[in-house]
């Protein structure tokens, strides 16, 4: 079962290629809504989220999104780095306190995103829908987790 | 209810072999040398620029082909909904369209007038010719959106002699201009995106202005002649200054101005485009020379 293993970089594509055409109110939900399955992967099983995987989702991101390529990669790969430290104090027994890292944890990403971004951006909005979307995301992501789970 | 999945808690030690048999596999798997590793491996290559423009050419049509595979089966669906509603309502399309094609009939009659009266005043005042024009139709694949950069993805590339900045309309105005084009797939700069930059000038002031995109919905003009002339309501079409968009395609209404900032409202519901066309300026070596200018050769 080792293609398994993918399921996290695969759900991260399709939260990036499902999220850009998504738009609630005419403002678009990336790329706060691509960094739940980040944050949610990186928490519960950083395993089977490397480095490289982060570098090519990525490029993926960039690429499609028009960006210059490697600045996504950068930002992903150190919320990896400095989950890395972060991840043990980070108790997973309780969703309310999970929920408001998340909340922080894509405050600090959008921020130094819109600064080594030009142009103008709709930072606020991004950022809201990625916490009320959140819960409902990482309750599917769960049921997946609990799949790979028994496949260990 | 454990709706959210809980780690378990560590069991008791139990003895296994050393993962790490020497320091020097310790420090290779080392998370902070993979690190250093990837952001100075692929740092020094996006310096190398033959290198960083084939990655960004084919990471480009990688990413724009799978996109438009994922949203063909949604794309598909809202056109079969619509497909439906214009069913149920077909006798008033009907009704419309041959109203319509009366209109467009005796339009052309006007038409036809027109352009032989034009060409003959043309001919007595020796002036130019115009550079002929052609058209090709293409389909929005998708406008993946992130809140920077404005663009489309079209079905349409150098396989049907696409070339880089060609001007993009809709059946209402102007779009865009092909900002990168793959073999299958390019992309399209919107005029209200934040680097686009479009020569036009006003119908009624006549003031020659450059239509800048800021990122939101509405372009305002700069660098205008004497923007005291130019007043609400006034239509805006391209001025053809810089040779990519030919003279006098519908851009836009004046829709505002307020502190000496002059917003445009863009004919073109760039929402709800479903195709749109390329024109190519048919003259050889028209985009390498104008690209060569762009990048100071």
């Known amino acids: 079962m080792k293609l398994l293993k993918v399921t996290p970089f695969l759900t991260l594509i399709l939260a990036i290629m499902g999220g850009s ?20 992967w990186l928490v519960y099983r950083s395993d089977l989220l490397p480095l490289w995987s982060l570098f090519a989702v990525g490029l993926f991101y960039d690429a499609l999104l028009s960006h210059e390529l490697g600045l996504t990669s950068l930002f992903l790969m150190l919320s990896s780095f400095f989950g890395h430290y972060i991840r043990p104090y980070l108790t997973p027994y309780h969703f309310l306190f999970i929920w408001g890292a998340f909340g922080i944890y894509s405050f600090i990403y959008l921020t130094f995103f819109s600064l080594c971004a030009s142009g103008s951006w709709p930072f606020f909005t991004s950022w809201l829908y990625g916490i009320l979307l959140y819960p409902s995301l990482a309750y599917g992501l769960s049921h997946l987790h609990t799949r790979l789970h028994s496949y260990d | 209810m454990a709706f959210f999945v809980r780690h378990k808690k560590p069991g008791p030690l139990k003895p296994q072999a050393n993962p790490y048999p020497s320091r020097f596999y310790r420090w290779r798997n080392g998370l902070g040398v993979t690190f250093v590793l990837i952001v100075a491996i692929g740092g020094s290559l ?10 960004e050419t084919g990471l480009f049509e990688g990413t724009a082909w799978m996109q438009s595979v994922f949203v063909r089966p949604f794309s598909e669906t ?26 467009l009939r005796s339009q052309l009659q006007d038409l036809l007038r027109l352009q032989s009266e034009n060409a003959t005043l043309r001919q007595n005042l020796k002036v130019a010719a115009f550079e002929a ?8 694949l998708a406008s993946p959106y992130d809140g920077l950069h404005h663009f489309f993805l079209i079905a349409a590339g150098q396989k049907e002699g696409l070339a880089k900045n060609q001007a993009v309309i809709a059946r209402q105005g102007i779009v865009g201009r092909l900002e990168k084009v793959g073999k299958y797939v390019s992309r399209v700069l919107l005029l209200n995106d934040a680097s686009s930059r479009i020569p036009v000038k006003t119908m009624i002031s006549e003031q020659k202005a450059i239509l800048a995109g800021e990122g939101d919905f509405f372009p305002t003009l700069v660098y205008i002649g004497d923007a005291r002339k130019i007043q609400v309501g006034e239509k805006v079409v391209t001025s053809g200054v810089g040779g990519i968009f030919p003279p006098g395609i519908p851009v836009g209404i004046v829709d505002k101005i307020t502190n000496g900032k002059i917003r445009v409202r863009p004919y073109a519901p760039l929402q709800r485009v479903d195709f749109v066309f390329v024109l190519r300026i048919i003259s050889e070596g028209f985009y390498d020379d104008l690209s060569g200018a762009l990048e100071g050769k």
Request: proline letters at 6%; one cysteine or more; a positive charge.
């Open chain 2, 78 to 103: 809202h056109d079969l909904l619509k497909d439906t509603y214009t069913f149920m309502n077909l006798k008033e399309e009907y009704g419309q369209l041959k109203q319509e094609n009366e209109k």
């Open chain 1, 21 to 40: 055409s998504l738009r609630i109110g005419g403002c678009p939900v990336l790329p706060a809504f691509f960094l739940i399955p980040v944050y949610y």
């Open chain 2, 46 to 55: 996006r310096f190398y620029k033959p290198f960083y423009d084939s990655v």
């Open chain 2, 133 to 140: 024009y052609g058209q090709l139709s293409a389909r929005v």
